[in-house]
DNA sequence: ATGAAAGCGCTAACAA
DNA sequence: TTGTTAGCGCTTTCAT
């Protein structure tokens, strides 16, 4: 191979371990062990023996035996929904990069938004001994949710370990769990607020998911922004469609070959902005001339949409960090808080004045 | 706290042994051990008195105390620059849903394109064991890249760990790692063909990246479509600025600036796309009556830009599949195999013919 | 069928 | 300053 300067390389199979520097230093392993980790008393010499020793054959620690003896090592895991969510990917981006900063490691997990894979990653994250587990998305808030989420922060918090819920509601002011999240209700109400000085009365609201609490509370503060500007409650028309682009797609649709009683349409993120957008110009429509749309989040690629899109600016990325951040800071004030991160509105072109014939 | 049936619960603070669940069962640790694990003969009654004190305890085992007796654990890593950017998300999730399905556990490492970064990863991921690490992303292949990856290989095949490389180079035939990806150049070549049989003559490439393995393969391929319809090789225009949406942005507006000599561009990925798609309506022009745009990878969201984009559909989660499949398959064949997958061309609206005053 | 004991790789007392 | 020893939580011989 080329290589012939290490005579006796590291054994046949299996990682080095730290008996084989210590005795290429000639040195025990306590002396190996202390020069190593360099927060001990060690002579100039010897530690570089030790450390030369260690780089000719490539050594690196086992963290499973150090992290036995040590207590656990530092590590954090963002458990989402899915990973090409570009919300979600936001999300755990901060994450990690909040993590890197302090030296944690960063596990991320994908659940599909099937509870019991969600279950069993918990249950793996308590197994490898992560301190903090964040949990990240909107959730139909029953009985099942309450009792698992329960569950997770008692058993965390027994040992130790954090649990920080992101955009999702925590089943009891009393677990041992921290929330960060949005406020949704203002950042709809501020966006539907938006329409409505447009001049748009007709408005709906397309990506209801009657239980989810993150859309629940959206729902709400499009309902506010109604009632504040003197729209009759009748006047508000959520779809429940749920979310996604293709459900997006599908409703708009739907909703389009019935006869238009709107001019305007808040969708529950961008996702589904994307697919309404699409099904409005399939429909021979036009953004914003015929009907406006906004949506929610300001994804990185809503200003690439068609017309590049208004919406509410959710900095998820921040999220992320700010789990992390709060979790880490301050322990023992910090479970059991709640904390409100604030959204504003990114002005596109996707709203116009409803259209006069109306 | 309204659960007073455990009497005796866990240790105040610290994890629930197997010491813990053996004395609550009246057993060694021994037989704990072997009912927990299931796969020694225990007799029903034994096992379900341990099973059942496991969980009155919520005991989750010790991973590290695991691995480190049973000599490490199924865990593989992804790395890639950002997790926010679509295409790595989207071979990230691959290589989750294949390690998930095999009940591997998946860490992703986010580099930001730094290598020192990634040598700090690929590091950790050694003290952690992990038995398969998956690097993702083109790069420059200069003489430090081939040295770190060559190092890379050796250590984690000397551990007994498989190293894969997804759409970059391996330094030499013989280290053992294996690589899988995309055939870039006959893509770029596919959809330069379609550019050239709408009848462009005058074709810019945007978003080179010298030294770049696929960004280069992009651009032979892009090359080879040229040559091969006939145009004169000073006719091929490749503009190096690299990807990413800015880049695609601030290249294609000073482009815009000169006399156009073009009729159609091509972008190195989706990304630049986007960024050239925006300048170019930034600057009163229409896409695709003045100019033709293609991009490649195919991003989800690709199909809701303005207009819609035609581009090369790269198959990234199979990518990230396939990467965990052949690397766990035929353990010893497996290294230095190089697998090529297929890509085709996705036909939406930014593509026309050349304008006729051309 | 079950328990006692050894040992995985490492760090942290405790001695020398 | 350094080596010896114990022990982290678990699995696995080896006895019984």
Redesign the interface.
């Known amino acids: ?1 080329g290589n012939d300067m290490v005579s006796k390389g ?1 054994a046949a ?4 371990t730290i008996r084989e520097v210590a005795e290429r230093a000639g040195v025990s392993v306590a002396t190996a062990s202390r020069a190593l980790s360099g927060n001990h008393p060690v002579p100039a010499a010897t530690r570089a023996r030790v450390l030369r020793a260690a780089r000719d054959l ?1 050594y ?9 003896v040590g ?2 090592r530092k590590m954090a895991a963002v458990v989402v929904r ?3 969510s ?1 919300f979600y ?2 999300v ?2 901060g994450v ?2 909040e993590a ?1 900063d302090r030296g944690w ?6 659940t599909g938004g099937d509870p019991q ?1 969600e279950m069993d990653f918990v ?2 994250m ?4 992560a301190r903090l587990v964040i949990l990240v998305g909107g959730v139909v808030e029953d009985d099942a949710y309450r009792s698992r989420v329960t ?1 997770y922060a008692q ?1 965390l918090d ?3 370990a954090r649990l920080v819920l992101c955009g999702r509601p925590t089943p009891d002011p009393d677990v041992p769990a921290l929330v960060v999240e949005f406020d949704n209700e203002a950042g709809a109400r501020a966006i539907t607020g938006h329409l409505l000085s447009a001049g748009h009365r007709r408005i709906v609201f397309l990506g209801g998911l009657p239980g989810n609490t993150a859309l629940d509370a959206r729902v709400a503060g499009y309902r506010a922004a109604l009632a504040e500007h003197g729209v009759p409650l009748a006047g508000a028309r959520v779809v429940d469609c749920g979310l996604g ?1 293709a459900n997006g797609l599908r409703a708009m649709g739907e909703l389009l070959k019935d006869t238009r009683e709107f001019t305007a349409v808040v969708a529950g993120d961008d996702m589904v902005a ?1 697919g309404a ?2 099904a409005i110009a399939d429909a021979g429509l036009r953004v914003p001339e015929d009907v406006s749309v906004v949506g929610y989040n300001d994804i ?2 809503a ?5 590049p899109l208004t919406t509410v600016r959710t900095p998820a990325e921040e999220l992320g960090r700010a789990a992390v951040r709060i979790a880490l800071r301050d322990p023992e004030h910090a479970a059991g808080s709640h904390h409100l991160l604030g959204t504003h509105i990114v002005v596109r072109r996707s709203v116009a004045a409803p259209p006069r014939s109306d």
Do not use: I, W, Y
């Open positions: 191979m590291p199979k299996g990682r080095v490539d690196v620690a086992n963290a499973h035996a150090r992290a036995l207590g656990g899915q990973v090409t570009p990917a936001q755990a981006e990690e990069a890197a490691l960063c596990v991320v997990g994908a894979r249950r793996l308590r197994e490898e001994g569950h058993a027994a040992s130790g682009r994307a957008l699409r990185p690629l200003e690439d949409f068609n017309p």
